[in-house]
């Protein structure tokens, strides 16, 4: 497989994270969810206005993995008031980490997962966090196996559907 390319993504990208960002969600939750739930949250949670707010906020950085030019997955990472809950000045959130169906399995998740671990350690936070939703055992096992730990739960909101996800972080620094 030729190489895989981890890419900051810039203001011109925003239909790509768009489609991404569609597609990926699509692709991961569809199965378990109605689908009047899944058409409202794709159309409000990737409008082309939320991702171009988010896209200008400082706080908050996207990047692509790409395959020659095609983007097979995305991350996205959020730092002090624009994590969207502990807003901890010395964490650093990995709100996103999605990698196209066909991927799967090809380590895309790992290369994005290791950005963001990078760009921790270069913004000396003390740790990483995240919510994964409690019926996505994959992911759950992927940050498990990349030393996240369980520490609490939030509710997520599909559409009128109440979803809960499992919070979890990793220390960068050891004590």
């Not at 949250?41 to 020659?68: H, P, R, V």
Request: net charge negative.
């Amino acid at each position: 497989m030729k190489s895989i390319e981890i890419v900051k993504v810039k203001k011109i990208d925003l239909p790509d994270l768009q489609q991404i960002g569609k597609q990926t969600f699509f692709e991961t939750f569809s199965s378990g969810n109605t689908e009047e739930n899944m058409s409202k949250y794709l159309e409000e949670g990737f409008s082309l206005e939320k991702l171009n707010n988010e896209l200008n906020d400082t706080n908050a950085e996207f990047y692509f993995a790409k395959l020659q030019s095609q983007v097979i997955g995305y991350l996205k990472l959020n730092f002090g008031q624009s994590q969207t809950e502990l807003k901890d000045e010395k964490a650093l959130e990995i709100e996103r980490i999605y990698v196209l169906k066909e991927f799967h399995g090809k380590s895309v998740g790992q290369l994005l997962y290791d950005q963001a671990i990078k760009i921790a350690k270069d913004k000396q936070v003390d740790y990483v966090w995240l919510g994964v939703w409690e019926e996505n055992p994959r992911a759950i096992s992927f940050y498990k196996k990349n030393g996240f730990v369980e520490f609490d739960k939030h509710i997520f909101k599909l559409g009128d559907d109440e979803q809960t996800d499992i919070m979890m972080k990793m220390y960068l620094k050891e004590a």
